[in-house]
């Protein structure tokens, strides 16, 4: 069997990789839209990256609108904002919401459809040039063919696809990371775990995806509790986002499974993070997926040395075992803790539960999933 394998075009990564990138975040083009949020503004990151642009002569639009997870209204100000300045390239500085937002303005600037109308087909399209710098380690949007933009009619999370969506170029530089919060170092950690274990266990799983999301999983599991822990650790920062990008890259050319399918309803009608819901979620559905999967599990979890065991069932556990001490270590807190009324959610799980079948997420897990089996996770995650 023949496999397609997608990676950016360049990918710049370690200490100072913003510097080195200078002369390539245009591409050709002369006038760049930076996508970014009010927190990198705040922080100084967007200062840093403006720095850089200016003492290359690059003059440039801000649009510092993306102030929660995406949604269609936020991409028609940014095209809007894209149109009337003359842009002709793009930048996206933040976690994935921006860096997804980036990839949705593109595909839409020259488009009459709706963006609703791209779901569940493969985008083709000419796009501008687009350097992505996450802020974070964990969404893997940088290096992947999808964006995931809200529908505020629908309160849908739609999922978007197509090769043209990949960036040209990934900065992937370290300090940046550094100034996330650790709660939010902690969930989008958590999301390129999901996103390592879901591509390793994914029916779709090829030989080169299971290379870097092994890699990525030895990555996260040294180095997550240490960024955690030491907010300031380089090395470890540098580890967790090169883990991010493994992980992005790895479910690019495979897929996500239970996880990711089951997390974007609660995303999008309690707008809990991405990567918070995620974690919420990971522990059930891994244990749920491991029942028709044990080998890829006992695979996984002899690679990175979790156990020794000629015993795939006990293999398998050792594995979800881990993750779940990581979680527990990290504190992800449960829906109850985030206040989230057991009766609205409860209300919701049936509309929840098709949500996630029709995103087509939960079919890549090797074990077959009917809506019984999502209602009954959506049910056992609320405690």
């Known amino acids: 069997m023949a496999y397609i394998f997608l990676v950016p075009n360049k990918i710049i990564s370690g200490t100072d990789a913003l510097n080195t990138a200078s002369d390539s975040l245009c591409g050709d083009g002369r006038k760049p839209l930076i996508i970014t949020d009010p927190t990198m503004v705040k922080l100084g990151n967007l200062n840093n990256l403006t720095r850089v642009l200016t003492e290359k002569k690059i003059s440039y639009t801000v649009y510092s609108g993306i102030d929660k997870e995406p949604d269609d209204q936020m991409i028609c100000t940014g095209i809007d904002e894209y149109i009337a300045h003359g842009c002709d390239c793009l930048i996206a500085l933040g976690g994935g919401s921006t860096i997804d937002s980036m990839k949705a303005i593109g595909m839409m600037i020259n488009e009459t459809k709706p963006i609703s109308y791209f779901v569940g087909k493969q985008i083709e399209c000419v796009m501008p040039h687009m350097t992505a710098i996450p802020t974070t380690a964990g969404t893997g949007s940088e290096v992947t063919k ?32 550094m100034t996330a919060p650790n709660s939010v170092t902690a969930a989008t950690g958590i999301d390129a775990l999901c996103h390592c274990t879901e591509a390793y266990t994914s029916r779709k799983a090829q030989p080169l995806s299971d290379t870097f999301a092994l890699s990525a999983a030895r990555r996260i599991f040294d180095n997550l509790l240490l960024c955690y822990r030491e907010p300031n650790n380089e090395q470890a920062r540098i580890q967790m986002s090169l883990a991010a990008a493994e992980a992005g890259i790895a479910f690019n050319n495979s897929s996500v499974t239970i996880v990711h399918g089951m997390s974007r309803p609660i995303g999008a009608f309690f707008h809990v993070a991405h990567g918070l819901s995620n974690a919420i979620l990971l522990e059930g559905c891994m244990r749920f997926a491991a029942e028709g999967a044990v080998e890829r599990f006992a695979d996984m979890s002899r690679c990175l040395g979790f156990s020794s065991s000629d015993s795939d069932d006990e293999a398998a556990n050792a594995f979800i075992e881990k993750e779940a001490k990581l979680l527990k270590d990290l504190e992800i807190p449960t829906m109850s803790a985030l206040g989230i009324k057991q009766e609205i959610y409860e209300s919701l799980i049936a509309r929840m539960t098709q949500d996630a079948l029709a995103s087509g997420s939960p079919a890549n897990t090797i074990r077959p999933v009917s809506a019984n089996d999502i209602d009954t996770l959506y049910r056992n995650a609320y405690r």
């Open 146 to 177: 999808f964006t995931i933009i809200n529908d505020t009619k629908t309160k849908v999370k739609m999922l978007l696809s197509g090769e043209c969506l990949m960036p040209d170029l990934a900065v992937i530089d370290p300090k940046f990371t």
